[in-house]
């Protein structure tokens, strides 16, 4: 009862926080409700390249969050806890891709004024191939050419993130990108 009463308050907690309400924090609330400001954001959209289901994304870092929240009276260097978040959404995202578990995508409502059909269904054919090719890369090249190339993390971040050195970084960078180049330029 314990760990779901908890994962419960800081659900609710977070909701609480994405509405901006004023509340009284413990150093622990506090902390968690900081780095979901500053992170929440960016690690659904890490989280979407490994799953196809916004939904799911989100789920998964509120997990991680949740299992900060636990976790933080343990967690001793508190600069590295950005880097923790996204190790945990990294596993959660591996584990939920190896259960199978799929759930219906949600599109917004097409807008009048932006750009044609034509023009999205080619740049959503692209972004589609790119993120297939990405898919089809080794694990922890595709890991570090995420962190990389699309939440901008610096080498030594993402060898803080993953838990190795900054040359295997630098190696695993250099044979994913090969390796995309090769499944691009591949048949379609």
Same mark, same amino acid.
């Given at each position: 009862?314990g760990?779901?009463?908890?994962?419960?308050? %800081?659900?609710?907690? %977070?909701?609480?926080?994405?509405s +901006?309400?004023?509340? &009284?924090? &413990?150093?622990?609330?506090?902390? /968690?409700?900081?780095?979901?400001?500053?992170?929440?954001?960016?690690? /659904?959209?890490l989280?979407?390249?490994?799953?196809?289901?916004?939904?799911?994304?989100?789920?998964?870092?509120?997990e991680?969050?949740?299992?900060?929240?636990?976790? &933080? +009276?343990?967690?001793k260097?508190?600069?590295?806890?950005?880097?923790?978040?996204?190790?945990?959404?990294?596993?959660?995202?591996?584990? =939920?891709?190896?259960?199978?578990?799929?759930?219906?995508? =949600?599109?917004? $409502?097409?807008d009048?004024?932006?750009?044609?059909?034509?023009?999205? /269904? $080619?740049?959503? $054919?692209?972004?589609?191939?790119?993120?297939?090719?990405?898919?089809?890369?080794?694990?922890?090249?595709?890991?570090?050419?995420?962190?990389?190339?699309?939440?901008?993390?610096? /080498? +030594?971040?993402?060898?803080?993130?993953?838990?190795? +050195?900054?040359? &295997?970084?630098?190696t695993h960078?250099?044979?994913g990108?090969?390796?995309?180049?090769?499944?691009?330029?591949?048949?379609?």
């Amino acid at each position: 009862m314990g760990s779901s009463s908890s994962a419960l308050q %800081m659900l609710a907690l %977070m909701e609480r926080v994405s509405s +901006g309400a004023e509340l &009284s924090w &413990s150093s622990a609330d506090l902390l /968690v409700a900081e780095l979901y400001r500053a992170e929440a954001a960016n690690l /659904v959209r890490l989280a979407r390249f490994f799953v196809d289901d916004r939904d799911a994304a989100e789920d998964l870092v509120q997990e991680a969050f949740i299992r900060l929240a636990r976790a &933080s +009276g343990r967690i001793k260097n508190r600069d590295r806890i950005p880097a923790y978040l996204r190790s945990i959404v990294l596993n959660l995202a591996r584990d =939920h891709n190896r259960r199978g578990l799929v759930s219906l995508r =949600h599109f917004p $409502a097409a807008d009048p004024q932006g750009p044609t059909l034509d023009d999205l /269904v $080619a740049v959503r $054919a692209d972004q589609q191939r790119v993120i297939s090719a990405l898919r089809d890369v080794p694990r922890r090249q595709r890991d570090c050419l995420v962190l990389r190339y699309y939440l901008e993390l610096s /080498v +030594g971040e993402i060898a803080e993130t993953l838990g190795i +050195g900054a040359n &295997s970084v630098k190696t695993h960078l250099q044979r994913g990108l090969r390796s995309l180049e090769q499944r691009l330029e591949g048949p379609e």
